[in-house]
């Protein structure tokens, strides 16, 4: 019997040859035909059920099923106006789910062990988050414990000062780390003393809230109007919204919940420079004003972003980290906030290097700002746009997320339905012309974080760097 040959592997004489993936690809009648991507649109929309109950709470439940499971988001927005407020509501994602007036934090989590279920909640300054799942039969008991969480809330002294004490440690050791300082500079630079810069709170706030003022922060903040509960997994989408109803009828406010304040438009300039004393690596982060997801000329953008670092394929990442070896690691993403968006480009590179890095960086904003795509790139970053879409809903969690995100900026299910078909469309044109709108380099403001008695002779040679 002939020994048996591995994929892409020829034997002789004891040798073993492997093929290249240009040999892989390639057939004797030419190159080797590649599947097609599934038709943007047809496949069927899960089947949804939405409501806004009496309290004013928006419900959506999608029938997903596949794993005997029921994914749960709830979206409360949680705009606040003083650094105080971001203190307070960090202390309360931390403790609001540590116990009721009628269950101990060892009774909420031994009722949501039972059904296969847990609760999570974190806050950011757009929203407060409560996250969880629980199996299919098991969600009257996690609507049940959420809210009892909601409407009665233990916050108590012992558990509020225990994570208080722990918060404040994080944040301490958090704020010696350079990408969060990298963060906290961008942030200032683009939005001032606006709440939404606000990512993490300063711990010398935290470490004076107490536990009346995070329950009072509830009372007036932990809201069902305005509110999203998106509900998905193996469940009756009717059923799920009459379990709801009925669960959270006691949930009420005499005022909806307060969105963040629209931040302030984000306008190019120069960038400014901090001083690391000593540090072996320098941290960039680059910020333009972007499109948000609802506006017409969204998926031109995206696509273009995805052509200049919104992926592994991308220009940026082919320029410092393939070709120059600048970076381990860069890319740039979209960000939103009610009203506003931002195309924000991050990198760390080392000290020696980091003017060069941010050279490149910005000489592959000005190419694709000036010069159209290639066909073949836009339908790259198409293929990626449609793929990581069809991935990230794939799942009964990823398809809450998402859905619970949309919520958070007024879009839904029917947005995220029809947003393949919008892709499909966009044209190479549309491309360059919101690379040429939107990335060019003079739109850019941020911040380069690092050693300037190294870096600052670089940074000032290329201009258009405030270095103190």
Not at 18 to 29: L, P
Not at 281 to 298: E, I, M, N, P, T
Not at 397 to 426: F, I, K, M, N, Q
Not at 432 to 439: F, I, K, R, S, T
Request: proline share 6%.
């Amino acid at each position: 019997m002939s020994p048996r040959r591995g994929p892409g592997r020829d034997r002789h004489e004891g040798r073993v040859e492997t093929r290249t993936a240009e040999q892989i690809g390639h057939t004797a009648t030419g190159p080797r035909a590649l599947p097609g991507l599934t038709a943007p649109g047809r496949k069927r929309s899960p089947r949804t059920s939405t409501a806004i109950l009496d309290n004013g709470l928006s419900v959506v439940a999608v029938r997903k099923p596949g794993t005997p499971l029921v994914e749960l988001r709830l979206r409360v927005p949680f705009g606040g106006r003083t650094p105080t407020h971001s203190a307070r509501a960090e202390l309360l994602a931390a403790t609001v789910l540590l116990g009721t007036g009628r269950r101990s934090r060892e009774k909420v989590d031994a009722d949501l062990a039972a059904v296969g279920g847990h609760l999570d909640a974190g806050v950011d300054p757009q929203r407060l988050l409560v996250s969880g799942s629980a199996l299919s039969h098991g969600l009257p008991t996690l609507l049940d414990v959420l809210a009892d969480a909601l409407t009665d809330p233990a916050y108590r002294r012992r558990d509020v000062h225990g994570e208080r004490d722990r918060l404040v440690e994080h944040l301490a050791i958090s704020a010696a780390q350079p990408a969060v300082v990298a963060r906290m500079h961008l942030q200032r630079t683009r939005f001032g003393d606006h709440p939404a810069g606000w990512d993490l709170p300063e711990a010398g706030l935290v470490a004076g809230v107490g536990a009346a003022a995070v329950r009072g922060l509830h009372r007036r903040a932990v809201v069902p109007a305005g509110s999203t509960l998106v509900l998905v997994g193996d469940l009756s989408p009717a059923k799920a919204l009459d379990l709801a109803a009925t669960a959270l009828a006691g949930w009420q406010g005499d005022r909806p919940a307060v969105e963040l304040q629209t931040p302030p438009a984000i306008v190019g300039g120069p960038l400014l420079a901090f001083d690391r004393a000593g540090s072996v690596q320098s941290q960039v982060r680059l910020s333009a004003a972007g499109r948000s997801r609802g506006d017409a000329g969204y998926p031109a953008l995206q696509l273009a972003n995805l052509i200049y670092g919104g992926y592994f394929s991308s220009r940026l990442v082919e320029n410092i980290r393939e070709d120059k070896g600048y970076t381990y690691s860069a890319g740039s993403n979209a960000e939103f906030w009610p009203g506003a968006a931002a195309i924000t480009v991050s990198f760390d590179t080392t000290t020696a290097s980091t003017a060069a890095a941010l050279l490149e960086a910005r000489y592959e904003l000005g190419r694709l700002a000036l010069t159209p795509p290639a066909p073949a790139e836009v339908e790259s970053a198409r293929n990626y746009a449609l793929g990581t879409l069809a991935t990230s809903l794939a799942t009964q969690a990823g398809y809450a997320s998402t859905l619970s995100a949309l919520a958070g900026v007024g879009l839904d299910g029917e947005w995220l339905r029809s947003h393949p078909l919008r892709l499909a469309e966009v044209t190479v044109d549309e491309v360059a012309a919101a690379a040429a709108e939107v990335l060019a380099p003079a739109r850019f403001t941020g911040v380069v974080v690092g050693d300037l008695a190294s870096v600052a002779g670089g940074l000032t040679a290329l201009g258009d760097v405030t270095v103190p």
